[in-house]
C-alpha cells in the first residue's frame, strides 16, 4: 500500500489534532522535561494523553510525572504524596521475562518506568517509551482526589528487551483540578517525543 501525507496510508484520513477536544506536539532535541498544557479539559472528569516515542538522552532513566494546578507555573511534589501501585512484565536482557508482582509506591512523582531492573533505552531505533495516561480530575474539592491510570511499553535499556508497565495511583497532597503535567527523565534530557492529549467529543461543555 502506498503512503500518503505524513506516512499515513493514501487511503487513510490524516488525524485531525486541532480540534477543540484535542491538542498534540512534539519535542525535537534536548528539553529537559515535557510539559503538558490541560486548561482546555479542567471541567471534564477524565482526560487522556498519548505518549509516542519519547527517546530519552540519558540511557537507563525513569519517566517521572508530577502535576499542575497552575497552568504549568509550578508541579506538585514533595514528601510521598503521589502514592501509587506498579504492575507488568518486564524481557530486560533478552531472556524469556518476568512478571512484575504489584509493587506499592509513595513518592514526589509518579514513576512510569521505575519497576523493572532495566529502564528506558535511549537507542533511537529501539523505540523509547510510549504510553496511554489516563489523567482523572477532582472536580470537587475534598470529594475526590486527582489520579492517573497508565499503560506504557518501552524498550528495555539492556537490550534486547521489552518491558510493558501499568501504573495507577493518586495524588494525596490536595483536591484541585489539574490544568498541566510534566514528565520529566530521572537523569538527562529528552531528545524526542511526540504527544498528544484529548478527551471524547461530547465531554466539552
Known amino acids: 500500500m502506498q503512503s500518503g501525507l505524513h506516512g499515513f496510508p493514501s487511503n487513510t484520513p490524516i488525524p485531525n489534532v486541532n480540534r477543540r477536544n484535542a491538542i498534540s506536539g512534539v519535542y525535537l532535541a534536548n528539553h529537559a522535561s515535557l510539559m503538558i498544557p490541560l486548561l482546555r479539559f479542567t471541567k471534564c472528569p477524565f482526560v487522556f494523553i498519548e505518549i509516542m516515542n519519547l527517546i530519552p538522552a540519558t540511557d537507563n532513566v525513569d519517566a517521572l510525572l508530577k502535576f499542575s494546578i497552575d497552568g504549568g507555573a509550578t508541579f506538585l511534589g514533595g514528601g510521598s504524596t503521589y502514592t501509587y501501585v506498579q504492575y507488568g512484565y518486564y524481557s530486560g536482557g533478552g531472556g524469556a521475562g518476568a512478571a512484575l508482582g504489584a509493587s506499592s509506591q509513595a513518592g514526589s512523582s509518579f514513576s512510569l518506568a521505575g519497576?523493572?531492573?532495566?529502564?528506558?533505552?535511549?537507542?533511537?531505533?529501539?523505540?523509547?517509551?510510549?504510553?496511554?495516561?489516563?489523567?482523572?480530575?477532582?472536580?470537587?474539592?475534598?470529594?475526590?482526589?486527582?489520579?492517573?491510570?497508565?499503560?506504557?511499553?518501552f524498550a528495555a535499556a539492556t537490550s534486547p528487551g521489552w518491558n510493558g508497565l501499568t501504573v495507577e495511583g493518586v495524588y494525596t497532597g490536595g483536591n484541585y483540578p489539574v490544568n498541566a503535567i510534566q514528565i520529566v527523565p530521572s537523569s538527562g534530557s529528552i531528545d524526542f517525543v511526540r504527544w498528544w492529549a484529548w478527551v471524547p467529543e461530547w465531554m466539552i461543555p
Do not use: D, M, W
Not at 529502564?119 to 470537587?140: R, W
Not at 474539592?141 to 489520579?147: F, M
Open 115 to 153: 519497576a523493572a531492573s532495566s529502564k528506558i533505552s535511549n537507542v533511537q531505533s529501539e523505540g523509547g517509551f510510549s504510553a496511554t495516561i489516563c489523567v482523572q480530575q477532582a472536580l470537587q474539592p475534598n470529594q475526590y482526589v486527582p489520579g492517573i491510570r497508565s499503560h506504557s511499553r
